[in-house]
């Protein structure tokens, strides 16, 4: 059984996320928002937490650079593997955010569809910093934090993938829902013949002027905030994207 650590994709995560999210598989219209934001500029982009492509590939489509950058080595062989099926080119690098360092200065760095939510709480800083420090002087970075509108404790949802001629049973738990610490806890479990995964997997949220007060005790300014993406037809708030440059 593997039980790798919290929030990690490991290979039947990976390859279930790829086949229910593929490249262009837009998420409340977010790749729509980042196409229209990211044409309008120039300059490399870092998408810190490429997982597959989802956003990457149709960003690469519409001839905008991207650096790609995971943590999971199992997404960014798929990322990679997508890559040649597009025939788009990328670079990317197998690291963690809040210790990652390349000799580049980015335009822009962009974290969509409340990746940003993924890191502990303890370490946002470090990651932020890092951010800071591979960021152009008149640079710009979009972060996504999502709300748990609708995680419920104790709810269990079953379902299979059929991946590669074999299925892949799939078991999602809502094990819990801290207020204090702004956290929520899901267990995901895989299971593939004779392999089982269990996925941990915490999602931090926060408030807004808390979020805003996080960014400029960073040494950020200019902080703007997009409402799900401009999306008048969204009446329930779920999405935030946070855009501030140095």
């Known amino acids: 059984m593997n039980t790798k650590k919290t929030n990690y994709y490991s290979n039947l995560a990976a390859l279930v996320y790829n086949e229910s999210k593929p490249p262009g598989t837009s998420i409340d219209g977010d790749i729509e928002f980042y196409t229209n934001e990211l044409i309008k500029r120039n300059g490399l982009v870092l998408e810190a937490g490429v997982g597959n492509g989802r956003m990457a590939i149709p960003l690469l489509r519409k ?6 950058l995971d943590n999971s080595s199992e997404m960014l062989e798929i990322y990679n593997r ?12 197998h690291a963690d955010l809040k210790d990652f360092k390349v000799n580049i200065k980015f335009e822009t760095i962009i974290m969509p569809n409340g990746s940003f939510c993924l890191i502990d709480r303890n370490d946002i800083l470090n990651v932020l910093n890092n951010f800071k420090n591979h960021l152009e002087d008149n640079g710009k970075v979009y972060i996504d934090l ?5 995680f419920k404790p104790g709810n269990v949802h079953e379902f299979d993938f059929l991946i590669d001629d074999d299925y892949v049973k799939i078991k999602n738990k809502s094990i819990s829902m801290n207020w204090i610490e702004q956290k929520t806890y899901t267990e995901l479990e895989y299971k593939k013949n004779t392999t089982t995964e269990i996925q941990h997997f915490s999602l931090w949220w926060y408030g807004v002027e808390e979020f805003k007060n996080i ?9 703007h905030i997009i409402e799900n993406y401009n999306n008048i037809k969204n009446l329930n708030l779920k999405t935030l994207t946070f855009i501030f440059g140095k």
């Open 82 to 93: 997508n890559l040649k099926k597009y025939n788009m080119q990328s670079d990317s690098m």
């Open 146 to 150: 999502i709300f748990p509108t609708s």
């Open 215 to 223: 960014l400029m005790n960073s040494g950020f300014k200019d902080i």
């Open 63 to 68: 001839g905008i650079s991207i650096f790609a």
